[in-house]
């Protein structure tokens, strides 16, 4: 990571009062979850079509249930790791503060982030496969029985969204909206792979924000960001926190208030 980004970025978030983060699964590596398309990844080990799409869930309804219990359990086990409370701890430093985020482990929540849009739902949730409407919220771990039932009868599935499937609109909108009005958007640990989410941050630059990619590698958002510090946001968002908190105390009094 050059100075000068590190710098650069510093002094972006030092001026900003309306930040976004968009995070992806890279920011839950250091807490030991893996992610989808690394070595070694999620993707590499299961056929997304067989645990992420609902035609997988048709066909085999208890391995899926098999899938989500295991990175269920993976994560109750997980703590959140440095990247994640440094977010948390943005949401006192800025006039808004606003975390998106693609995973479902639900890590920034526990970290302390409030209000958390989550693009592609949650594990702690599941709700009625057929359509009684049921939801279970929190679905605590583990589940009772793979496949765990709805009190209807039917199958209960993840509270997930799968590939083919739409994002929940409040939360799209709601996502978009923030993050277009944002000064600056940090996209952390996501390789961008994942349409719609991966709009997000390009939709905000178009609309001026300052946009600032955290990874320690090229993602396939990074030819269309403002700038790039490769690194593990364990290590880089902390520091980055607190070179900008040093360099906002030392702005003058008056640019403050403005
Ligand atoms: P990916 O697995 O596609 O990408 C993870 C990214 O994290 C990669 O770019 C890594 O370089 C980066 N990374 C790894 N370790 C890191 C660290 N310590 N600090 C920072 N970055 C690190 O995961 P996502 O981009 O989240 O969707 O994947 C997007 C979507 O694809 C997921 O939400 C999921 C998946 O299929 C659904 O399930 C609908
Ligand atoms: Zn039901």
């Not at 839950?28 to 080990?45: M, Q, V």
């Not at 799409?53 to 066909?59: A, D, I, L, S």
């Not at 959140?80 to 985020?101: S, V």
């Not at 946001?233 to 902390?238: H, M, N, R, V, Y």
Request: charged share 20%; net charge negative; with cysteine.
């Amino acid at each position: 990571m050059s100075d000068l980004g590190f710098e650069k970025a510093a002094k972006a978030l030092a001026h900003a009062r309306r930040v976004a983060v968009f995070s992806g699964a890279g920011i839950s590596a250091e807490s030991g979850i893996p992610t989808f398309r690394s070595a070694g990844g999620l993707w590499e080990n299961f056929q997304l079509e067989d645990v992420a799409t609902p035609e997988g869930f048709h066909r085999n309804p208890a391995l899926v249930w098999e899938f989500y219990e295991a990175r269920r359990k993976a994560v109750h086990h997980a703590s959140p790791n440095p990247g994640h409370f440094a977010i948390a701890r943005m949401a006192g430093l800025f006039e808004e503060m606003t975390t998106i985020t693609q995973n479902v482990d639900g890590l920034h929540q526990r970290a302390g982030s409030p209000a958390v849009l989550e693009l592609h739902g949650s594990l702690w949730s599941a709700r009625c496969a057929q359509d009684c409407g049921a939801v279970v919220d929190p679905f605590p771990f583990p589940a009772a029985s793979c496949p765990p039932r709805c009190k209807c009868g039917a199958l209960l599935r993840p509270g997930v969204v799968w590939f083919g499937e739409m994002l929940p609109e409040r939360i799209w909108h709601d996502a978009m909206n923030a993050s277009a009005q944002s000064d600056v958007v940090l996209v952390v640990g996501t390789s961008g792979a994942v349409w719609p989410a991966a709009g997000i941050p390009i939709a905000a630059r178009r609309e001026g924000a300052f946009v600032i990619e955290v990874n320690p590698e090229e993602s396939e958002l990074t030819s269309n960001l403002d700038l790039s510090l490769r690194g593990l946001s364990g290590e880089i968002l902390p520091r980055l926190l607190d070179a900008a908190t040093e360099l906002r105390a030392l702005r003058p009094a008056t640019e403050k208030r403005g």
